[in-house]
């Protein structure tokens, strides 16, 4: 698919980084090129994703080699990348535009196998969602489905591409020969605005963090002819905001779809059709075609229920380390998704709340469980809760050092830090934390 | 007024005021991201009661900068 025959888009640009710009026959060039050191024995690589040009083409031809990938935030603090090369033993690590050998032990890996991403990240988290190809490919055809992208498009990246939503950018992009600007900047710097005007570009996509960045920097009071569509997913963005961008895009003779999706199912799940926007502002949409959206127990509208979602977009499965990397299919395309929603009387979705313990800190996928087990390694007594943008760690005792362990790992800002002391944790009867009643009680 | 603005700056970025001086830029340290951005003009509009626009919010990449731009408002 996206990643063979790139030459069949010719001298149409495929990617702009800084000065620097590749057209698609060039960039076909560069993975034969690339390819052409490798081993053909299938391979297990972490690869440090960074807005590059060399990252793509390393990714891109790891994928037509049919290796097995890691994909892992370049940005991550050293001691967290090693935990995860310490557990899944790569052969290979890219970094820096530099291939490098890490392992020589033997991995067992699903022939299948190709995308390993992260729950969560930013965090390092080592836990991992299992995809294929396949599942790649038929996401990718899914959104092409709803998405008006063309080969005369222009999109820069907001997101990084160890991130299931900014890796599906580069996918739908590269299928249809349109253009990528690498960009890293944040969308509050000079650099990136310099760009996308010099670039004019047409697509632009963003988590709930991005919009209300926008909109702080008053992007909503100004006009932006050449902005085809934008695209909104990780989280849920608040109903105000949706309205106010929806306006702003039919001002402007754009279209804004808010959509629904999770890496567990490659990206993207479900999409809102710009033209039910302002009716239906607060769903989710209708699941992509080809994936079926259902609630587990009831079809009665209104009733909540946790979301599934059946499509061959599913990943295999759940990794923790390279023991568990020669499993075959373990969902057969169903996933539990965590989510709990409702549907409506048209068949419309929309989330109410989350079983599982994940908040999102500033547009990143966190989890706070993950959070708890790493400071108990430090205190006693300790239960970490959090709504968005905010996490608080409950101590039994008086503890010192918290906020800065945390910031020192994971880089957490300090406004969204708060830890109470000597507050007691509490527990439900069958002595599980209570985390809901802590919420209630603290936050 | 300087002082004022290093108050903001100590209490938006979490950092000590002793390395706060005109030189200090945005990106170039770790607490000065853009996430700790976003929260620093928040903090300025209120301590200055103040709306920043967009261009003013996308300059302010210094300590310097970030009080030139305050006080233009301030005399406005």
Redesign the interface.
């Known amino acids: 698919m996206f990643e063979l025959n790139l030459g069949r888009f010719k001298d149409k640009t495929a990617l702009c980084e800084g000065e620097k710009s590749v057209s698609y026959e060039e960039l076909e060039s560069l993975c034969n090129s690339f390819e052409s050191e490798l081993p053909r024995s299938k391979q297990l690589v972490a690869i440090q994703m960074q807005n590059s040009i060399d990252t793509i083409v390393a990714y891109l031809s790891f994928l037509r080699l049919n290796y097995a990938l890691i994909c892992i935030d370049a940005t991550l603090n050293e001691s967290l990348k090693d935990e995860i090369y310490k557990r899944y033993k790569p052969n290979l690590i890219y970094k820096n535009s530099q291939l490098s050998r890490y392992s020589d032990v033997k991995i067992d890996i699903y022939k299948n196998l190709s995308l390993l991403l992260s729950t969560s990240g930013s965090t390092g988290s080592p836990k991992m969602v299992k995809l294929t190809k396949e599942n790649i490919y038929h996401n990718t055809i899914s959104i092409l489905k709803y998405l008006p992208i063309t080969k005369r498009d222009r999109t820069i990246t907001t997101l990084p591409l160890y991130y299931s939503y900014g890796l599906s950018v580069i996918h739908t992009h590269l299928s249809v020969g349109a253009t990528i600007v690498l960009n890293s900047d944040?969308?509050?710097?000079?650099e990136f605005?310099e760009s996308f005007n010099l670039h004019n570009i047409t697509n632009l996509n963003g988590v709930p963090y991005h919009y209300?960045?926008l909109k702080?920097?008053?992007?909503l009071?100004?006009e932006y002819r050449k902005l085809k569509f934008l695209t909104q997913a990780g989280g849920k963005l608040n109903k105000k905001l949706v309205q106010e961008f929806a306006l702003w895009a039919e001002k402007n003779g754009s279209r804004f779809y808010v959509m629904y999706g999770q890496s567990e199912a490659t990206a993207r799940i479900a999409y809102l059709e710009p033209d039910k926007i302002f009716e239906k502002t607060d769903s989710i949409g209708r699941a992509i075609s080809g994936g079926k959206l259902s609630l587990k127990n009831t079809n009665i509208p209104y009733q909540e229920d946790e979301l599934i979602y059946e499509g061959k977009n599913v990943m295999l499965g759940y990794a923790k380390d390279f023991n568990e990397l020669s499993r075959g299919d373990e969902l057969h395309g169903r996933l539990d998704t965590g989510d709990i929603g409702y549907v409506d009387e048209d068949g419309y979705f929309y989330i109410t709340g989350r079983s599982k313990r994940f908040i999102k800190l500033?547009g990143n996928r966190i989890n706070l469980d993950e959070i708890e087990q790493f400071l108990n390694s430090y205190y006693k007594s300790i239960a970490v809760i959090g709504v968005d943008n905010s996490i608080m760690v409950v101590t039994a005792h008086h503890e010192e050092g918290i906020k800065e362990k945390l910031m020192e790992r994971y880089?957490f800002?300090?406004?969204a830090l708060h830890v109470k002391h000597s507050e007691s944790i509490i527990f439900k009867d069958n002595k599980k934390v209570d985390y809901q009643a802590m919420i209630e009680r603290y936050l | 007024m300087q002082d004022r603005v290093k108050a903001v700056f100590v209490k938006?970025l979490?950092i000590d005021e002793s390395i706060i001086s005109d030189e200090l830029k945005?990106n170039e340290i770790?607490?000065w991201?853009?996430?700790?951005?976003?929260?620093l003009?928040g903090e300025i509009e209120d301590a200055f009661d103040i709306m920043l626009?967009?261009d003013d919010?996308?300059?302010m990449?210094s300590f310097a900068k970030a009080k030139e731009i305050i006080s233009k408002y301030l005399e406005a």
């Open positions: 944040s969308i509050i710097s000079k605005w209300e960045m702080r920097i008053g992007f009071k100004k500033f880089g800002h300090h406004s | 938006a979490g945005y770790e607490q991201d853009s996430v700790a951005h976003m929260i003009i626009d967009t919010i996308i300059d990449s």
